[in-house]
């Protein structure tokens, strides 16, 4: 499979995962035979008798059915007059079919060969394991018709089982692995790596030129495995002996592949292809970017290059440009904080910074402020590297240093546009910062994000780059300083007991004392690392007069941070502390994100 590619500028405790009381348990109990025909009436009726839905819901979705042609039960899931999972236990009870949980039940890796990947997500059916001669499969949408074509192609007699559209689709791709055949590819690779060192014929570089080449269907492979993987970036790490692939998921680096060191400079090549770098250079640092299509989604990826001592070692940042803009509500501020949040960046002029290190969640704050203020009576524009996402409202501009567009030039033209709010994706000089600040000061609105460990060190950066004091004091309104943790997996959540050093740091840190601690076990929803999506944590630090009068007079962070504090600022490590006493989150994550903080 080649990808098509172009040129391109809340604390949850699992409410059970067996409620069903007919959820698939002990292997091999006994089923009704599945039958086509609704076992106990139809699904609007078992929805309305189980008071999951109303008449008047019934309705309004038979008559989007009736226009769109969906299914009756996605389009009671879409508007959200019920969950998922009560949509699939009606379905349970409707065709007589058991519920199978496919975050607990491990799918046999000798079935799946029996289910071809393409076959299984037209249908959206995953193979779970053999009873016997009898082939368990987990279906969305299950009809007889169905259960006899799977029969027909796989020579079995068939058993169906329920799961939700969610879970079956997270299973093919977590099964379906589209780096399981790389190891043939690598072998083929090396008998032609072989032939060339030999002198023999071989053609010239396929490994970076033909489609079909082995470099080119890895490389294609792991974008493919990153995408299902939820990866945010893709590190290629040369070494003495192999070339290690790793992927970063929740934050954490997971290893995904071992390759041969000499494939390592075909790797590198093919993806300064497809970004349009130069792959002769191989001593400087490069930057580039491309766009893929992915599992009929389209990426965006930005390439970064370095030369290390072993050789070129690469990372790509995956964009999924399908993604949706959280709102400004949904980035998990405290009520309070957002509130004071959303008064600030409605301000008239002045200038907000967004700071954290690289991966904290700046980019999507800023992005979730402008869908938030922006609207017809306003000209908002950007300048960005890159531009993640579109907004069809605004005005974005991409930087490009070939052009000479840089973020200083752009942000001088921008201030020629005529705009009332100006989004910089990143003050990371001093004459960017220094043009920013002059805006804020004539009377634009500027949201930036800036590279500083928290809201306090932000202040300081802004002075050490050489702005005056005074400048800072008056146009900067709030800082916001951010990290991102992960979420405790709601598949897998139980109780633990925290290590010593865990509670010490809990107990001097100010944690609220708490009977039980929770933690995830390990799944196949979280591969078993116990944690499954994150969340934001925020401290918001709003200039008052006296902080003004602080930083004018180049308070010391300590002293900015003890004011700021007294004033109703919660620092990062309480709001992360709060976030595990609410069982989102766990000591051990709080301590490896914001421990000195």
Known sequence: MTLAFKKSEKGHRPAGADANPRAAGAAGA???????TPQKGRLGDILIASEQITPQQLEEALRAQRSTGAKLGQILVASGAIE???L????STMFNLPVVNLHREDVSPEVLPLIAEEFAREHMVVPVKLIGDELLVASAEPTSELREEISRRTGRTVRLQIASLTDVRWAIDSNYRAISGVDELVQVFQVIDEARRRGTDAPAAPEIVADDAPIVQVVDRILTQAMRDRASDVHIEPSDQVVRVRFRIDGALNQILELPASMGPGL?????????MNIVERRRP??????VTIDGKEVDVRVSTVATIMGEKCVLRILDKTRSVLRLADLGMPDDTHAAYAKLVRAPFGMVLCAGPTGSGKTTTLYATVSEIGNSRMNVMTIEDPVEYVFPSINQIQTNDTAGLTFATGLKSILRQDPDVILVGEVRDVETTRVAVQSALTGHFVISSMHATDSVSALHRLLDMGIESFLVASSVLAVVGQRLLRRICTSCITTYTPTDE????????GGVAKDVYYHGAGCNFCSHTGYQDRIGIYELLVMSPEIRRLV???ATQEE?????????MRTLRQEALNLVAQDVTTIAEVIRSVYTL
């Open 268 to 276: 590198i090549s093919r993806i300064k292809i497809m970004a349009e």
């Open 552 to 554: 004018v007079g180049w």
């Open 502 to 509: 865990e509670m010490i740091f809990y107990e001097e840190s």
């Open 88 to 91: 699939t236990e009606a379905l």
């Open 30 to 36: 006994e089923v009704a035979p599945f039958d086509a």
């Open 84 to 86: 998922e999972r009560s």
């Open 560 to 568: 900015l941070r003890a004011l700021a504090v007294k004033q109703g």
């Open 286 to 291: 490069q930057d580039g970017q491309l766009t």
